[in-house]
């Protein structure tokens, strides 16, 4: 009862922040309140978890939800990995715009040897 207490508390502090976040990222806002409906219905009804996982082949609800929690959080750290390495490759082109641009400027304000 004390850890139903307890998840139910947390789930619920994950489902106020994807409320709130909802407005800026829908996709994660919506994905978050699904899985966050589904942890409290699990949470509250566990036998309904072992079913499930019966019928996935799995041999307790439990085994099946860590599973999908590991398959889940493999999916967003590579989410993470791409959009960082995307970030990485807009800087790099960023500061290279940035050296010629300053490359060209010090040129420019050179005094010429003719002169």
Do not use: C
Not at 6 to 18: D, K, Q, R
Not at 39 to 49: I, Q, T
Request: proline letters at 3%; aromatic letters at 8%; charged letters at 15%.
């Amino acid at each position: 009862m004390i850890a139903q207490i307890i998840l139910t508390v947390l789930l619920g502090g994950i489902l106020f922040y994807a409320w709130t976040e909802y407005r800026r990222s829908p996709a994660i806002g919506l994905t978050a309140v699904v899985v966050a409906s589904g942890g409290l219905y699990f949470v509250w009804l566990p036998a309904h978890a072992t079913a499930l996982a019966e019928l996935a082949g799995v041999g307790r609800g439990v085994d099946l939800i860590i599973y999908v929690w590991v398959v889940i959080s493999l999916l967003v750290a590579l989410n993470i990995h791409l959009k960082l390495r995307a970030q990485m490759e807009l800087i790099t082109t960023l500061a290279r715009e940035v050296a010629l641009l300053n490359a060209h400027l010090k040129a420019a304000q050179l005094p010429k040897a003719d002169e």
